[in-house]
């Protein structure tokens, strides 16, 4: 557990384009339970004030935490933005929240207001990839190049059944190129970026830190945020049939005993590729090849209830 500012002042970060119009509501039922724990919130809508409020009150110790209101996406810019030891809790308001159902936060806000004023906080590792952290993984692929469509032709609020023309437009026109992954297994030792001993050719990866997916699916269902390592899953698969296999086969978590997949432990990777392949990071568009993964032991300290809660 770290220790976490005595401080009333809590800043609450909103995502404009996260959830819908009811947002604003259950910030409003959160900023009244605040008060009535006798904190003090401050609605923040402009992140680069936020960013710059957070480091003020953390460094005069006046800072209870940081609030991401909105999905994974909202959480990993506000971990990005302030600096190591910054508390976040967060307000489920996004399309998705993996991390927060992972976590146990609730999502009704008075309860949040709850763990806020309890204090009750973890240190977990945090992926970072080419400079950018992230939490939950790294896609790269098929499912990365669906990601890059659905934020192309974004222009408001996410819902589920908006990724059903990313997704088809994704399964007619993706090649499936191939991805060189070099890493050092966790069993061989510390991993460094000058030393990494295995290569392998694959279509598909994900280097997970925890073992969410999305909808209740789990590609490294193993992963732990707290064990100083990344899980790799790769899936050598070159077709739209073969996607499909796969997805069955995590649907059933029986992905792990295809032909051609992959799993296994490392601290550090490298993903190159001849063609231009995207990677996605936690949901959100991360950029292309080629890069370079690593993991940031006890990066995020996140505020949690102190008896786990059912979000299901």
Not at 23 to 30: F, G, K, P
Not at 62 to 91: E, K, Q, Y
Not at 107 to 124: E, F, H, K, T, Y
Request: with cysteine; charged share 15%; proline share 7%.
């Amino acid at each position: 557990m770290a220790d976490v500012p005595a401080g009333p002042v809590v800043l609450i970060g909103q995502n404009p384009t996260a959830g819908s119009g009811a947002q604003a509501v259950r910030i409003e039922q959160l900023v009244e339970a605040l008060k009535l724990h006798q904190l003090e919130p401050r609605i923040i809508p402009d992140r680069d004030e936020l960013v710059s409020l957070a480091r003020q009150h953390l460094a005069d110790g006046s800072l209870r935490c940081v609030v991401a209101a909105g999905g994974d996406g909202t959480v990993n810019a506000l971990l990005n933005r302030t600096p190591a030891g910054t508390p976040i809790a967060i307000l489920p308001c996004g399309t998705e929240n993996l991390l927060a159902k992972h976590l146990g936060i609730p999502i009704d806000p008075v309860q949040v207001g709850r763990v806020i004023a309890d204090g009750n906080s973890i240190c977990l590792d945090a992926g970072q990839a080419n400079g950018q952290l992230f939490l939950l993984m790294l896609g790269c692929g098929f499912d990365a190049e669906a990601v890059h469509q659905m934020h192309a032709m974004r222009s408001g609020p996410i819902r589920h059944w908006s990724w059903i023309k990313p997704i088809w437009q994704t399964l007619c026109r993706y090649r499936f190129p191939e991805v060189t992954v070099q890493y050092r297994a966790a069993s061989g030792g510390k991993s460094s970026d000058s030393d990494l001993t295995t290569t392998l050719t694959t279509r598909w990866v994900f280097i997970s830190n925890l073992p969410c997916y999305a909808r209740k699916l789990s590609l490294s269902p193993d992963a732990d945020g707290f064990d100083g390592q990344l899980d790799l899953c790769a899936y050598n698969g070159g077709s739209v049939w073969s996607a499909l296999r796969f997805l069955f086969g995590v649907i059933r978590r029986q992905h792990s005993q295809l032909p051609g997949c992959v799993t296994d432990r490392g601290s550090s990777f490298q993903l190159q590729s001849s063609a231009k392949v995207p990677f996605q990071l936690d949901g959100d568009p991360g950029g292309y090849l080629p890069v370079t993964v690593t993991i940031v032991p006890r990066r995020a300290t996140l505020l949690v209830p102190a008896s786990p809660v059912s979000v299901d």
